[in-house]
């Protein structure tokens, strides 16, 4: 099955260069859809996208609790002047993601289970849409495992990256390297980043990496010396 003027949007997967990870178990399974319709009027077509849509859903539904349909976008083409209609027939394109809640509780084969009911569903789903007249191609993309709020494990990153830096001043100060290391100018964080591993792993990233660099002596001696009116004790 293939739609070559439809590509199946792709989730992130790319890493980050450089900053901190945490690896999590994931509680959402996710995958995409494109479904195309051609060669109809463009109500006809709307109708046909929304039926196949609503009867995946409720398949969706009954098979896994809590699974979700969101239809993210909607495209219309022309196809070309039709030489039996007075109508302009036209190529619709729906796309979405389907969403599947996985319990903290469920084990890997219970995931499994769950990929493979996903897997009958949509199958069901391309059979169905093209024995329809005119059919409804549909194309899903592989089901991934993911967090739904990767950034509720922000601060948990931060702690992270912070005893990170800890470690680093701390081995300085042992080598006697100026005075310890500083942060330099660092910007404000991206938002965090998730990359799938498996069906019980996501690695969540965050670019958070300003260098640390050496205290100059100039400034240790300056943070010893007794200020304006100050005493030293």
Same mark, same amino acid.
């Not at 494109?34 to 060669?39: L, N, P």
């Not at 494990?153 to 300085?172: K, M």
């Not at 690695?203 to 010893?224: H, Q």
């Given at each position: 099955?293939?739609?070559?003027?439809?590509? %199946?949007?792709?989730?992130?997967?790319?890493?980050?260069?450089?900053? %901190?990870?945490?690896?999590?178990?994931?509680?959402?399974?996710?995958?995409?859809?494109?479904?195309?319709?051609?060669?109809?009027?463009?109500?006809?077509?709307?109708?046909?996208?929304?039926?196949?849509?609503?009867?995946?859903?409720?398949?969706?539904?009954?098979?896994?609790?809590?699974?979700?349909?969101?239809?993210?976008?909607?495209?219309?083409?022309?196809?070309?002047?039709?030489?039996?209609?007075?109508?302009?027939?036209?190529?619709?394109?729906?796309?979405?993601?389907?969403?599947?809640?996985?319990?903290?509780?469920?084990?890997?084969?219970?995931?499994?289970?769950?990929?493979?009911?996903?897997?009958?569903?949509?199958?069901?789903?391309?059979?169905?849409?093209?024995?329809?007249?005119?059919?409804?191609?549909?194309?899903?993309?592989?089901?991934?495992?993911?967090?739904?709020?990767?950034?509720?494990?922000?601060?948990?990153?931060?702690?992270?990256?912070?005893?990170?830096?800890?470690?680093?001043?701390?081995?300085?100060?042992?080598?006697?390297?100026?005075?310890?290391?500083?942060?330099?100018?660092?910007?404000?964080?991206?938002?965090?980043?998730?990359?799938?591993?498996?069906?019980?792993?996501?690695?969540?990233?965050?670019?958070?990496?300003?260098?640390?660099?050496?205290?100059? %002596?100039?400034?240790?001696?300056?943070?010893?010396?007794?200020?304006?009116?100050?005493?030293?004790?």
């Amino acid at each position: 099955m293939s739609l070559k003027s439809a590509p %199946v949007p792709r989730l992130p997967r790319d890493r980050l260069a450089s900053g %901190v990870s945490l690896i999590v178990r994931p509680d959402l399974l996710r995958s995409t859809l494109v479904a195309r319709v051609e060669g109809v009027e463009i109500a006809e077509a709307v109708a046909l996208l929304e039926g196949a849509s609503v009867a995946l859903a409720e398949a969706l539904g009954r098979a896994l609790p809590g699974a979700r349909l969101r239809p993210l976008g909607f495209d219309l083409a022309a196809e070309g002047k039709s030489k039996s209609r007075e109508v302009d027939p036209h190529v619709a394109s729906l796309t979405g993601v389907i969403e599947i809640p996985l319990a903290t509780e469920l084990g890997f084969w219970d995931r499994a289970r769950t990929v493979a009911a996903l897997a009958t569903i949509t199958q069901a789903a391309v059979a169905r849409g093209r024995s329809l007249r005119p059919p409804v191609i549909a194309v899903f993309g592989a089901p991934q495992a993911s967090l739904r709020d990767p950034e509720r494990h922000r601060g948990a990153l931060i702690e992270r990256w912070l005893g990170r830096a800890r470690e680093l001043t701390a081995l300085a100060e042992a080598r006697g390297l100026s005075g310890g290391l500083r942060l330099a100018a660092m910007a404000t964080p991206g938002a965090v980043q998730q990359r799938p591993i498996s069906l019980e792993e996501v690695e969540l990233e965050l670019d958070i990496d300003p260098p640390l660099e050496p205290t100059p %002596v100039a400034e240790v001696a300056a943070a010893s010396e007794p200020r304006d009116g100050g005493i030293v004790g």
